[in-house]
């Protein structure tokens, strides 16, 4: 069966230092992965995906993934956190079989920037 | 604008009494789906649609019901609802293709007492 793990529930960084937000997946076949963003109030915002191709992926605000095969993971990335990036990130992961496969995601992770 | 819009934002209502949540995109959208969100749970499917008139079951449908009559809509309607449904809920949309993006609402929150 597919799933989707976040181990960290929360992320404490350092503004200007770089941050992770780590991200398993297990699933049968080649996965499209997914990183969102939900700010306060708001529904969750795409920030990037990984289909093929390079495994270092860019995105919006200045984020960034690493999809790694052998370790089955997505970790999001950025070289210098903003204060304005503390919002909840969710991994999710999808099959590439077919339209109607199911999207899942991981439980989130809490991501905190301290000026 | 692109987006998708979901109403209302708050419901407080008590067990038993029928709502919907309505769900609208204007991006020509042929998936649309409905998760809830629940803390340490992140977001669980209810629904899913594929087109109009094809909907099916996600993983916590029980108390739910949906119809896709048009392709812009995707109600979510809670026949009978019970505390344990007071949760988070979005509607989210996106192109047929397994890689586009979903596009979310900005949520309902939903108390029932």
């Known amino acids: 069966a597919q799933s989707v793990a976040q181990p960290e529930d929360q992320v404490n960084v350092a503004e200007g230092n770089p941050l992770t937000v780590k991200c398993t997946y297990s699933?049968?076949?080649?996965?499209?992965l997914f990183w969102y963003v939900q700010y306060p109030n708001r529904g969750l915002q795409f920030l990037l995906k990984?289909?093929?191709?390079?495994?270092l992926v860019k995105g919006s605000y200045g984020f960034e993934a690493e999809f790694n095969k052998s370790q089955t993971s997505f970790h999001l990335k950025k070289p210098s956190a903003l204060v304005s990036d503390s919002a909840l990130y969710f991994c999710?992961?999808?099959?590439?079989?077919?339209?109607?496969?199911?999207?899942?995601f991981g439980s989130g992770t809490r991501l905190s920037i301290r000026p | 604008e692109a987006q998708v819009t979901q109403n209302p934002r708050y419901l407080i209502t008590v067990t038993g009494k029928k709502l919907t949540v309505t769900c609208s995109q204007n991006?020509?959208?042929?998936?649309m789906s409905w998760y809830r969100q629940d803390p340490g749970l992140g977001l669980r499917q209810i629904y899913y649609?594929?087109?109009?008139?094809?909907?099916d079951k996600g993983d916590v449908p029980e108390g739910y019901k949906v119809s896709r009559k048009e392709k812009r809509n995707f109600p979510l309607i809670l026949e009978s609802p019970s505390p344990n449904q007071t949760s988070l809920y979005f509607c989210?949309?996106?192109?047929?293709?397994?890689?586009?993006?979903?596009?979310f609402g900005n949520g309902t929150r939903l108390t029932v007492t």
């Open positions: 649609s594929m087109n109009v008139e094809a909907t």
């Open positions: 989210a949309s996106s192109f047929s293709q397994p890689n586009s993006p979903l596009h």
């Open positions: 999710a992961v999808r099959e590439t079989y077919s339209s109607a496969s199911k999207i899942i």
């Open positions: 991006m020509n959208h042929e998936y």
């Open positions: 990984y289909i093929t191709g390079d495994n």
């Open positions: 699933v049968s076949g080649n996965p499209y």
